[in-house]
């Protein structure tokens, strides 16, 4: 029974242009049945969703927004090689999504698709928009011409999705005729070698795979080597060639469209252009833009505290039930201590998540996103960066994890692996409350030039971390080679009103991967981190254990919970996370720390606020930890046994901070990393290189402010 399914199940790969409602019509088709994966040997996510009725299941994947079959980034080598089936299974069927009101750009694409032979129905979308433009489209010349069947749909408001529905479940796909006949441009005998080694059915199949032999990081060895020697055997230029195709197909795309598209005059101006001339103004238009994120930037922080308390005020409730239902022991302390908060430390991302894609897909939709891109593209690119790292960078400033995932839209792999690695030196709001408590330490509550002088200080953090991304951007741009070139190809869409349903269905989807995938390995470090924070030698921890109680039978009872207090820390000190804060002690002696610091250094790898929760608890400080003003008198009384100073004076605090400025000290940070680049690699790499470049200006900072 189960091989009868999993014959009928087909493959129906959606493509098309990007901003032409290609995803639109995948949400449409597939609801919540979706799952994200990724293509064997590639970096960039797949996509993939369910539709069936009773007879038929139809699996649909969803490939990157593309303008081309030509190598000139990652979306056109994913499309490449699912097409040919050498990502996964061929598809069976191929859904192409055509712009009605551009079908001049979106036949180039369309064109090479129909000639690669596999059975094709046309999409033509966004009816609607071309018939306001005066864009008539004929169906039945257009079918007549092609030999695809036809669809016209506005997929914003659900029209023609009952046909293209419809046509799936009756499998009316065709193979169309040949569009683009090569003879003239490739050699017949080169086209036959290749069809012949490699079992292909069409010519330009053939000229695919010679095209990106040279791109193709995944194909094997022998393969790029034996059709390298036939560009040089039958003395072909891949350029040349590429040239000559595109001229050839824009000929056939011009006379086809002459037949089958008729146009009205346009209307002098609209509302689009109106906007534009504000929004895209050379001088204003930054200006709005930076307004917008700014309160973008202030909703997510304000929309986002409310659940984010729920959540965490729901995880320790949670934790204490467990901590008082089942037996004491060490399984029930893992669970409350360490399972329970580890989860917790990924559930509480998702309100920032949730709210910072919805914003994002707010502005994708109404296709001022687009705008943005193109504004930021000439800002971004001296530093090595692209238009799109604008939205990523941002996004940082509230949480590296959304703002590093968000990096998937630029199409470059050099500039987005660039915006990858530095986008964690933006100072998000989990360093705030080092920098708050830190600052009310050391910096006087003084006027200058009209200012407050703490926040003085905090906006000289945020500039500190903006000019290290900047400039850690540069130097990747001078060390990371790639062959891809660098262009920025983006429509600007007309101005529309966002559909809800599909900014809700993103919300949930980027929330959904991030627990999934990021979760797995933050649950893992946080059962590490409990596991070194409760053991330690039991020579050690019994001898701590046998002091304190010999202090409990002699004290009377008000006095017991200070002791409690006190030997939490000596026992923390016996375990094994306190012996490693021992053993690194010398290390981060000349960045002005002690062993406690040393230890709120490594407990802060979970979270960098887990620094001001570790350090109340290290220093036996009462009180509510949470309350800020309670842990800053408390640690401004702390002395250094062995020098009589202050422990947070202020050559430490800004040491301090300068670290956790530039640190690598977040380990979900650390996971998004590993997953948006599926390797270990750079994670590791980018780690080392900050926390050694932290290390550097945190020594720094110190001998300048001590001496």
């Not at 990021?518 to 409760?534: M, N």
């Amino acid at each position: 029974m189960e091989a009868l399914i999993a014959k009928q199940t087909k493959t129906i790969a959606i493509i098309g242009n990007p901003n032409v409602g290609k995803s639109s019509i995948f949400n449409q088709l597939t609801g919540l049945k979706q799952k994200v994966g990724n293509y064997p040997g590639i970096t960039v996510d797949k996509t993939v969703g369910a539709l069936k009725n009773k007879e038929k299941q139809f699996h649909i994947l969803d490939l990157p927004g593309t303008y081309s079959l030509y190598p000139k980034s990652e979306d056109e080598l994913i499309a490449h090689r699912v097409l040919s089936g050498k990502a996964d299974a061929k598809p069976d069927y191929i859904l192409m999504v055509l712009d009605a009101c551009n079908l001049e750009r979106s036949f180039l694409l369309a064109s090479q698709v129909m000639d690669l032979g596999i059975p094709v129905a046309l999409v033509v979308n966004m009816k609607d928009l071309a018939e306001k433009k005066g864009i008539k489209v004929n169906t039945f010349k257009l079918f007549r011409e092609t030999g695809a069947p036809i669809i016209l749909t506005d997929a914003r408001k659900n029209d023609g999705m009952d046909q293209i529905k419809s046509m799936i479940f009756e499998e009316k796909f065709a193979a169309p005729k040949t569009f683009l006949n090569l003879d003239g441009l490739l050699p017949q005998d080169l086209s036959g070698k290749i069809k012949s080694r490699f079992s292909l059915e069409t010519d330009y199949q053939a000229f695919q795979y010679l095209v990106f032999a040279g791109y193709d990081l995944t194909a094997p060895a022998a393969d790029k080597v034996w059709l390298t020697r036939q560009l040089v055997e039958f003395d072909c230029d891949i350029r040349s060639l590429q040239i000559a195709e595109t001229n050839a197909r824009n000929k056939e795309i011009e006379l086809l469209l002459e037949k089958v598209v008729s146009k009205d005059p346009l209307p002098q101006r609209n509302l689009t252009q109106k906007l534009d001339n504000f929004l895209m103004h050379p001088v204003m238009g930054y200006f709005f833009f930076l307004a917008l994120m700014l309160l973008i930037f202030q909703a997510i922080f304000a929309w986002a505290e409310v659940p984010m308390d729920l959540i965490d005020e729901g995880f320790a409730m949670v934790g204490s039930w467990i901590a008082e239902t089942l037996p004491s022991g060490a399984f029930t302390d893992l669970i409350a201590e360490g399972i329970i908060p580890g989860i917790g430390g990924v559930v509480i991302f998702i309100p920032q998540i949730a709210l910072l894609f919805g914003f994002l897909a707010f502005l994708e939709d109404t296709g001022y996103m687009s705008r943005v891109v193109y504004l930021m593209d000439r800002v971004m690119r001296p530093f090595g960066l692209h238009g799109k790292s604008v939205v990523p960078l941002i996004s940082g400033m509230a949480c590296a994890i959304p703002g590093i995932m968000a990096s998937r839209s630029i199409s470059n792999s050099k500039e987005r692996l660039i915006t990858i690695l530095v986008t964690p030196w933006m100072s998000c709001s989990a360093r705030l409350p080092v920098y708050i408590i830190l600052i009310g330490l050391t910096v006087p509550d003084d006027l200058v030039w009209g200012m407050n002088l703490q926040a003085i200080v905090l906006l000289a953090m945020y500039l500190l971390s903006i000019g290290a991304t900047l400039g850690g951007a540069f130097l990747l741009k001078l060390f990371l080679k790639t062959n891809e070139q660098s262009y920025l190809l983006t429509d600007l869409p007309v101005y529309r009103m966002p559909r809800w349903k599909a900014v809700l269905l993103t919300m949930f989807h980027k929330s959904k991967v991030f627990v999934l995938e990021a979760g797995k390995v933050i649950l893992s470090i946080s059962i590490v981190l409990w596991i070194l924070a409760s053991y330690g030698p039991s020579n050690l921890m019994d001898a701590v254990e046998q002091e304190k109680e010999t202090a409990l039978a002699q004290a009377d009872e008000a006095e017991s919970g200070e002791i409690e207090e006190i030997y939490a820390s000596k026992e923390l000190e016996a375990s094994y996370i306190g012996i490693l804060g021992k053993s690194i002690e010398p290390v981060i002696r000349p960045l002005g720390y002690d062993w406690k610091i040393g230890i709120a250094l490594i407990t802060s790898f979970a979270a960098r606020e887990v620094f001001v929760g570790t350090i109340a608890t290290i220093y036996s400080v009462g009180g509510d930890p949470e309350n800020d003003l309670t842990i800053r008198e408390k640690l401004a009384r702390e002395v250094d046994p062995e020098t009589g100073e202050k422990v947070f004076n202020k050559a430490t605090a800004f040491s301090l901070m300068v670290f956790y400025a530039f640190a690598m000290q977040c380990m979900s940070t650390l996971a998004i990393v590993y997953r948006e680049t599926k390797t270990w690699k750079w994670p590791v790499l980018q780690t080392i290189f900050m926390t050694g470049f932290a290390y550097l200006a945190a020594f720094i900072t110190y001998q300048i402010f001590s001496s």
